[in-house]
């Protein structure tokens, strides 16, 4: 059985050994503290669904539903690893971690429960836009558009394909894509990352855009 009995770091600010020493009672000054920190947690939770419930399409009542159901499950998980609070952060801080952890994984799972619509061609058509290009003619962003959509097919792993297309095309919000894939958003944005590079290298090598980059002088 894992010891969750709190630690306290050398150099804790005052607050954090506060918040650990009375949560690591009983009775109703744990009580006060427990409702205290829930409040604290629902305010984050409210401000970070706002901030992203809209790309899933979470409005109205459900936005508040999703929110207080993050902060009822950050709160137990805060309560049970205290043990693991080491006074890198204040605790307050650390609390607030598990708070949009729950968020992210609610509106993850929220989006594949209700998908968005499938991409369908004339997307393809203006995604050079999505990237900032702005070629004159209207040709050429059709030439752009297939020799982007080659490069997606041919140039990138099954791994990148797989992220470029969900988040550039479908729109598919980070957070799901982390829930479906099973990853973090690290790794997420590292694939995102790596695949735009190769694009944009074999869009110059083809002659679609300009090199940029710096060089040596």
Not at 21 to 39: K, M, N, S, Y
Not at 136 to 151: C, F, G, K, N, P
């Given at each position: 059985?894992?010891?969750?009995?709190?630690?306290?770091?050398?150099?804790?600010?005052?607050?954090?050994?506060?918040?650990?020493?009375?949560?690591?009672?009983?009775?109703?000054?744990?009580?006060?503290?427990?409702?205290?920190?829930?409040?604290?947690?629902?305010?984050?939770?409210?401000?970070?669904?706002?901030?992203?419930?809209?790309?899933?399409?979470?409005?109205?009542?459900?936005?508040?539903?999703?929110?207080?159901?993050?902060?009822?499950?950050?709160?137990?998980?805060?309560?049970?690893?205290?043990?693991?609070?080491?006074?890198?952060?204040?605790?307050?801080?650390?609390?607030?971690?598990?708070?949009?952890?729950?968020?992210?994984?609610?509106?993850?799972?929220?989006?594949?429960r209700h998908p968005a619509v499938p991409l369908d061609a004339e997307d393809w058509d203006r995604l050079p836009d999505r990237f900032g290009f702005d070629p004159?003619?209207?040709?050429?962003?059709?030439?752009?558009?297939?020799?982007?959509?080659?490069?997606?097919?041919?140039?990138?792993?099954?791994?990148?394909?797989?992220?470029?297309?969900?988040?550039?095309?479908?729109?598919?919000?980070?957070?799901?894509?982390?829930?479906?894939?099973?990853?973090?958003?690290?790794?997420?944005?590292?694939?995102?990352?790596?695949?735009?590079?190769?694009?944009?290298?074999?869009?110059?090598?083809?002659?679609?855009?300009?090199?940029?980059?710096?060089?040596?002088?």
């Open positions: 059985m894992v010891d969750e009995t709190p630690v306290t770091a050398p150099g804790l600010d005052a607050e954090s050994a506060w918040w650990l020493g009375v949560l690591a009672e009983t009775g109703p000054q744990r009580e006060a503290a427990l409702r205290r920190l829930h409040e604290l947690l629902v305010r984050v939770a409210r401000a970070e669904v706002a901030r992203r419930g809209p790309r899933v399409r979470i409005t109205g009542p459900e936005l508040d539903d999703v929110a207080c159901q993050a902060a009822a499950d950050a709160l137990m998980a805060v309560t049970g690893k205290l043990g693991q609070f080491r006074g890198e952060s204040r605790f307050t801080t650390w609390a607030c971690k598990f708070a949009i952890f729950e968020v992210s994984a609610k509106i993850g799972r929220h989006f594949w004159a003619q209207e040709a050429e962003w059709r030439d752009l558009a297939a020799a982007l959509r080659r490069a997606v097919d041919d140039k990138l792993t099954p791994r990148q394909r797989h992220v470029f297309v969900a988040i550039v095309l479908n729109g598919v919000p980070l957070d799901a894509l982390v829930l479906e894939l099973g990853t973090n958003r690290n790794a997420i944005y590292k694939a995102l990352f790596d695949a735009r590079r190769k694009l944009r290298s074999v869009l110059v090598a083809d002659g679609y855009l300009r090199d940029d980059s710096p060089r040596d002088s």
